[in-house]
C-alpha cells in the first residue's frame, strides 16, 4: 500500500473513530456490530444502483495500489436515500467503526466490512515512527517482514489488535518497505487445523478468513502455506 495514503486514511478514521466516545453504552454497541440485516440491506442498495446505473458501481475512487480490501469503499451518497433509506449506524460515515467495502467487483460484488479500530491501532505506530524518524526492525518472520522493535519506539510494551474472527490478540509486524501490518497468522493456523483445508502452495489464502465473516482481513500481507500446510507470509 502507498505508505502515504495509508498515513492519511488511517488520520481520518481517528478523527471519526473518536466521535463514539460521546455514545451511550447501547450506541456504541450498536456502532460496532456487524449486524448481518444491515450488511443484506447494504447489498440489495448496491445491487439495485449496478442495474440501473448500467453496470457502474456505487464505489470511491482509490489509488490502484489501495490495500485491495479497502479498495472499493461504498459511497453512500450514490445510494441513500435513493436505493436504500439511510446509512448504516455502524458506518464509518455515520460513526460506526466499519468501513463499508466492495469485493470481487468483477464477477460478484460483494458487500463486506472493514474493522477500523485497526487503522486507529497502526495510526499510533506510524506516528511514533515519524516521531522517532528510525524504522523498528527485530527479527525477520518472512521474507522481508519482520517483528516490530517497540522498545526502540518508545512503547513499553508490545501493541497487539483484537482479531474480528477469534479472541485473540494479533501481533503487528513490519515489511522491508517501512509499513507496518496485522499479522493474522495465530487466525489463519486455527482455520487449517480446525477444517483440515488443504491449499495449493503459492495461494493467497486470506480468503479463508472471511468466507465465514462479513469483516476483511485489512491491513494484512498475503499469506501462503508451506509445506506442511501452516501459514507463512507469502514470497513476493
Known sequence: MNKRLLILSVMICATLLSGCLSRSPEEKQASETP?????ETVQKAVERYQEQAGGLLPIKTRDMETDQYIKYPIDFSKIV????????????????????V?????????????????????????????????????DSVG???????????????????????????????????GNFY???SIDLNK????????VEPGTDIRYLLF??????????????????????FMKK
Open 35 to 39: 449486524y448481518p440485516d444491515q450488511l
Open 81 to 100: 436515500p435513493d436505493f436504500t433509506e439511510k446509512i448504516p449506524g455502524n458506518a464509518f460515515e455515520n460513526g460506526g467503526i466499519f468501513q463499508y
Open 102 to 138: 466492495l469485493t470481487d467487483v468483477e464477477e460478484n460484488p460483494t458487500v463486506k466490512l472493514v474493522d477500523l479500530r485497526i487503522a486507529e491501532k497502526l495510526r499510533d505506530i506510524n506516528l511514533r515512527t515519524f516521531i522517532n524518524g528510525n524504522l523498528p526492525f527485530l
Open 143 to 177: 521474507e522481508n517482514v519482520y517483528e516490530v522493535d517497540y522498545k526502540k519506539m518508545g512503547f513499553k510494551e508490545p501493541l497487539t489488535v483484537a482479531s474480528p474472527y477469534s479472541d485473540t490478540h494479533l501481533p503487528i509486524v513490519v515489511a522491508g518497505d
Open 182 to 184: 496485522v499479522d493474522y
Open 191 to 198: 482455520i487449517l487445523m480446525e477444517k483440515k483445508t488443504e
Open 211 to 232: 468466507e465465514d465473516s462479513a469483516v476483511l482481513p485489512a491491513y494484512s500481507l498475503p499469506y501462503t502455506v508451506n509445506e506442511d500446510n501452516e501459514p507463512v
